[in-house]
């Protein structure tokens, strides 16, 4: 698209692809599947018309980012990916400064890891579709799914590597992303073996995406493969065991969700009480808003992207307004203290305006 700049980075010993556009305050955004950079093509050129840089790599194992071993799924860890992330921070950011980050799909879930495992980072973030996810210390990913839902379910059947792909090419690259973009049922996906996609009806392509989108997408698997991709489902049960030193944290980060109510991730079995009854506030504290949109599927902010967009603007303006005014009150407390110190005027000790001081710097930390 014009104006948006591609290149390739050095970062973590990948070839990673990055497209850019713009100036100012950094919006990282984090892609899923079966996706790269330009699912973002509406949200980068609102954001950049609006003061803002926005960066939207093609993660590990996706289109035009090279080097990670296709043939070893331990190596598309949460940790992997994040350890990917944080690189392209440090050289896209100048030192020190937050970003912004926007996550769909696997990009919402590394998004969550990465607020987890660096939330100094982050400044604030939207996640669309996927809901954090709680570690169960008792039971791994891939059996609790095998029980709740088969082993048809698509998580399921993507695990052995080599088959789904002999499936997929079998389809065409092209038609089998047309099956998984225009994904409207919100009961789970299930893909049965031998008859993967059973509906034979020609797929008409909804108003949000043409032919000429799902030719990028194609162009791109055709060339990668899809076992990159499907490499994150595979590491599930290794995130699993590895993430265990991070059992019970919460992610302490400004975070607002946005989900369709036809998203067959918000249809899951106990994830609407998760996020209107109290979990997800437990787990992501600073949960500021939880936004439903009607009469929308999975990808999001394809289908609906000026809503999507004003939502995500609306909380970035916000944060970084909060964040404005919390520094402004730590300056006055400073000059404060210091003027109080200096003039003898204040015959007591400092602990309760120390005391005010402090609940300030925490309040700034959290926002900032």
């Known amino acids: 698209m014009e104006g948006i700049e591609l290149k390739t980075l050095d970062i973590n010993g ?24 330009y699912t973002w093509r509406h949200q980068m050129v609102f954001f950049a ?28 860890t949460t940790l992997h990916v994040v350890g990917d992330v944080v690189g392209l921070i440090e050289a896209v950011a100048p030192p020190s400064e937050k970003v912004f980050v926007v996550g769909h799909d696997w990009g919402a879930i590394i998004a969550w890891s990465l607020c987890l495992y ?21 039971r791994k990913p891939l059996e609790m799914l095998r029980a709740v839902y088969g082993d048809d379910y698509y998580i399921c059947r993507f695990q052995e590597p080599g088959e789904v792909e002999s499936e997929f090419a079998k389809i065409g690259t092209k038609t089998v992303l047309k099956h998984f973009l225009t994904y409207r049922n ?6 049965p073996k031998g008859k993967i996609f059973p509906d034979e009806t020609p797929i008409t392509l909804p108003e949000w995406l043409s032919e000429q989108d799902v030719d990028y997408y194609a162009t791109k698997y055709e060339v990668s493969g899809f076992t990159g991709a499907l490499n994150y489902y595979r590491a599930l049960d290794i995130n699993w065991e590895l993430t265990a030193p991070w059992s019970g944290a919460q992610v302490k980060v400004p975070v607002k969700f946005i989900v369709g109510d036809l998203d067959l991730t918000y249809n899951a ?14 787990d992501v504290p600073l949960l500021k808003e939880v936004v439903v949109m009607e009469g929308v599927a999975h990808f999001i902010h394809q289908e609906k992207p000026a809503q999507v967009n004003a939502h995500i603007h609306a909380f970035f303006k916000n944060s970084s307004s909060s964040s404005c005014s919390a520094l ?7 000059k404060t203290r210091n003027s109080l110190y200096t003039s003898h005027c204040y015959n007591g000790n400092f602990r309760d ?14 926002i900032a």
């Open 353 to 366: 305006i120390d005391k005010w001081g402090t609940k300030l710097a925490t309040n700034c930390t959290n």
């Open 49 to 76: 018309s609006r003061g803002y840089r926005a960066v939207a790599p093609d993660l590990r194992g996706f289109a035009d980012t090279t080097g990670a071993p296709a043939n070893d799924p331990s190596k598309f």
């Open 186 to 191: 919100t009961s789970p996906l299930r893909l």
């Open 328 to 334: 402004i009150n730590i300056s006055m407390f400073i």
């Open 14 to 37: 990948l070839k990673m692809h990055v497209a850019e556009m713009g100036q100012g305050p950094i919006i990282l955004f984090l892609h899923g599947f079966p996706e790269c950079w």
């Open 118 to 138: 660096r939330p100094d980072l982050v400044k604030a973030l939207v996640n669309m579709s996927v809901v954090f996810s709680r570690r169960n210390p008792s």
């Open 269 to 282: 079995p106990g994830t609407k009480d998760y996020i209107h009854k109290g979990g997800f506030k437990k």
